[in-house]
């Protein structure tokens, strides 16, 4: 791709863990200068284990890395000079940081009239705006934990989906604000919360509430729209997902496993009949489940446009196919110099996938570069440097 939409947008980035990576990512990717901004030590997130250990490699593509000490008046001031030269400016720290920094909108505002300032929070302004969010605070919150897990034992989703629906949310934002200043000629303040996406995401049960008058159970024991709707064991002890949401999917289904007898029994003749059966159905089915093979069965329900999905665990999609063929996933060159593939964004522009352009930086590997674009000269970059206020890669 010649030319990506973002080409010529400058983004200073002072963020860590997910939710603001996420969007830098994201217009990094679509073509942005995206220059993330770390402590000299670097980002804390860099040195996560467990659960975070793939947080820094996933959501830092396509940046360069400055290492400036905040702390400083002389790194504030150098990252003030690079905030007046950027059109974006995204930060996710704790309520009343950036302004404790020098670095709050209305100080940048008045700097930068242009700036579009995207600020990820945990709440969006009101009562709770004060407070320190997490994914797993919101999502017990705002019902998504206990939508997921059974009765009685909220259980949060297993990836970071606030805070990646956060950085995605502040993206958009930015973009529309992006477009209203190609008219206006001023900036924007752009938020983005996690409490408010999870929000949206238990919207839907909000609202099934407000048509039935009964509240929504947990999934776990939620009742189906579809009869045939869940997860069945093969022989082997393989699982695998298979649904019929329609009635020519319900005659599909009953031919391939040989069970047309099921077409001729009148409780069952329609979905909702068959929902009122679900226990029996189900029971039935998973008796003639337990006899077949799960692969050999995909051929066939692939084949007779029957929903299915074999359940996999996350490092299995390194070696899935269709994300293989189709370009899904890129080669994206670490800081140590080695390769992982990695999952790109999930869109394509005139059938282009978004590439990697620049590997996951290393700690100030942009230091020397920025800062001399800013004017400084090597004499007074490695005076910083001894000092303390900055960082570049090498020294690392």
Not at 57 to 63: A, L
Not at 111 to 123: D, T, V
Not at 204 to 220: D, E, I, N, S
Not at 325 to 346: H, K, R, V, Y
């Amino acid at each position: 791709m010649s030319r990506l939409p973002l080409d010529g947008i400058r983004v200073v980035e002072i963020s860590h863990m997910v939710m603001g990576p996420t969007c830098g990512m994201i217009l990094g990717d679509l073509g942005a200068e995206v220059i993330k901004i770390e402590p000299t030590r670097g980002d804390g997130t860099r040195r996560l284990l467990g659960a975070g250990a793939g947080f820094f490699r996933t959501f830092n593509r396509n940046k360069q890395c400055i290492a400036i000490d905040v702390n400083t008046v002389q790194g504030r001031d150098a990252v003030l000079e690079l905030i007046d030269t950027a059109d974006v400016f995204i930060e996710n720290f704790k309520p009343g940081r950036m302004n404790e920094l020098g670095f709050g909108y209305e100080v940048l505002r008045q700097r930068n009239p242009g700036l579009i300032y995207a600020s990820h929070k945990g709440f969006l302004k009101g009562p709770y705006d004060n407070r320190l969010a997490l994914d797993e605070v919101v999502q017990m919150m705002a019902g998504l934990a206990y939508m997921t897990g059974p009765v009685g034992r909220p259980l949060r989703a297993g990836s970071s989906v606030n805070d990646i629906m956060g950085g995605m949310f502040g993206a958009i934002g930015v973009l529309a604000a992006i477009n209203d200043r190609n008219v206006t000629g001023v900036g924007r303040e752009v938020q983005s919360a996690l409490y408010e996406n999870c929000v949206l995401l238990a919207a839907q049960h909000m609202q099934q509430y407000a048509v039935t008058g009964q509240a929504a159970a947990p999934m776990p024991n939620r009742i189906s729209a579809w009869a045939i709707y869940d997860v069945f064991e093969f022989a082997g002890g393989e699982q695998m997902f298979v649904a019929a949401t329609g009635e020519g999917q319900w005659n599909a289904l009953c031919q391939v496993l040989g069970q047309t007898a099921l077409l001729d029994d009148q409780t069952l003749a329609t979905n909702n009949d068959r929902v009122l059966q679900r226990p029996r159905l189900l029971a039935h089915l998973a008796e003639v489940f337990a006899t077949m093979d799960a692969q050999t069965l995909a051929l066939e329900l692939e084949a007779h446009s029957i929903p299915f999905a074999p359940i996999r665990r996350p490092e299995a999609l390194f070696d899935d196919p269709h994300l293989i063929q189709s370009g899904g996933l890129a080669n994206l060159e670490l800081e140590d110099g080695s390769f992982t593939a990695m999952p790109l964004l999930p869109l394509s522009l005139d059938g282009a996938r978004l590439q990697p352009r620049r590997s996951i930086p290393r700690i100030g590997e942009h230091t020397h570069k920025v800062m001399r674009e800013l004017g400084y000269s090597d004499e007074h970059i490695a005076e910083l440097c001894a000092a303390g206020v900055l960082k570049t890669d090498a020294q690392a």
